[in-house]
């Protein structure tokens, strides 16, 4: 080792994993994509396999305060199925690895799994394999999803092409917005444990923190309509951030209309209640596990009606930047704030 010491907060949660895959060299010619996508691609023959994993982290990812055990169990799976959607692929199984302090009893680990099995059972995968051992810092979860799709219908962050249009599904902004209010909940009964806490006026945006959906749906949708979006990934660290990524590595730039970003009404009232710029939330806010994708405009037509996918926006060539139009008019430089982990 030599003396030099670098922060990780100067390289950033993606520096550091571009300087990692600097030094990894793909050996098989059946690893079709390695780091770099929401998922690794597999070649597996007649079709492909995806892969993804996440890890879960106590008072990192989840706080046992106000997240109840068995929806932090759907959320961890959820979150893996969310990738493997972002493939446009159908996820098959997954594997759950599970550190525990002794903190836990049976009826603890019993909560959780009620949630992994329900979510096992919510999008039709199989529960395989994982792993158990003791944690001296909390309640730690790691999951690895595996799904499968025909190569053609892989979709990678880097095909989106100029003049494809820019589409989000579902609304924006609801998870971070949740957070705040659990986080101010939290305070509230640390203060004052005879306080309790008041969450119905605020169903949705918890809702949207604690138990996230996958939007598997639009999947199945896609395959109905004959659709095989242009690239895709999901918004997991705030549609800005992965503008940028989507933008990066497609080599393209992006213009996106204030007005046709979409944003739920209790996210909107919740926000400006919390005295947060609502259209920050939207852009800037993690963890609301929709997609972000590009379609071919030959495509638009399937895709006009649908309730829940809106358009907000358009593919444009590199030099022409990332930029936001405003309701005003005027194009503002969107900049990737995303989640800070470091
Ligand atoms: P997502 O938010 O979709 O889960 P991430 O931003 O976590 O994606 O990861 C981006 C890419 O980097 C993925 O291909 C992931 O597998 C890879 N990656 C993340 N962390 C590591 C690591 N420590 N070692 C190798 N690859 C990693
Ligand atoms: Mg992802």
Redesign the pocket.
């Known amino acids: 080792m030599s003396e030099k010491r670098t922060e990780i907060s100067e390289f950033g ?2 520096g550091l ?1 571009d300087h ?1 895959n600097e030094k990894v060299q793909i050996k098989n010619s059946s690893t079709l994509k390695g ?4 998922a ?1 691609v597999i070649d597996a023959g007649d079709h492909v396999k995806v892969v ?1 994993t ?1 890890l879960l982290l106590e008072g990192v990812h989840f706080d046992l305060a106000y997240a109840p055990l068995p929806h932090v169990g759907f959320k961890a799976v959820a979150v893996n199925i969310s ?1 493997i959607a ?1 493939m446009n692929a159908i996820p098959k199984q997954i594997t759950v690895s599970i550190a525990l302090s002794n903190r836990f009893s049976v009826e603890a680990v019993d909560a959780i799994y009620s949630g992994i099995n329900a979510a096992c059972e919510h999008y039709g995968v199989d529960l395989v394999g994982g792993d158990t051992t003791a944690s001296r810092g909390g309640l730690i979860i790691s999951i690895t999803a595996i799904g499968e799709a025909k190569k053609e219908q892989v979709t990678y962050r880097s095909g989106a092409k100029v003049n494809d249009i820019l589409c989000v599904t579902g609304d924006l902004g609801g998870a971070l917005v949740g957070l705040q209010v659990l986080e101010r909940e939290k305070q509230v009964f640390l203060a004052n444990p005879d306080m309790k806490p008041d969450l119905e006026k605020y169903a949705i945006v918890s809702g949207r923190q604690l138990k996230p959906d996958a939007r598997m749906d639009i999947i199945h949708e896609f395959r109905e309509l004959g659709v095989v979006p242009t690239s895709m ?2 918004i ?2 705030g549609l800005a951030s992965e503008i940028f990524h989507i933008s990066k590595a497609s080599g393209v730039g992006a213009t996106i209309y204030e007005d046709k970003l979409p944003i739920d009404k209790q996210t909107y009232d919740t926000a400006v209640e919390l005295g947060i710029d609502p259209i920050t939330c939207v852009l800037n806010g993690g963890e609301d596990y929709e997609l972000l994708f590009t379609i071919d405009q030959k495509d638009f037509p399937k895709l006009e009606k649908h309730p829940d996918v809106h358009f907000i926006g358009h593919i444009t060539k590199a030099e022409e930047g990332k930029f936001l139009v405003t309701k005003s008019g005027t194009a503002v430089q969107v900049k990737a704030q995303g989640w800070q982990h470091f």
């Open positions: 949660e993606f994993i990692l780091i770099g996508d929401d690794a993804t996440d990738d972002a990934m999901d997991s660290d």
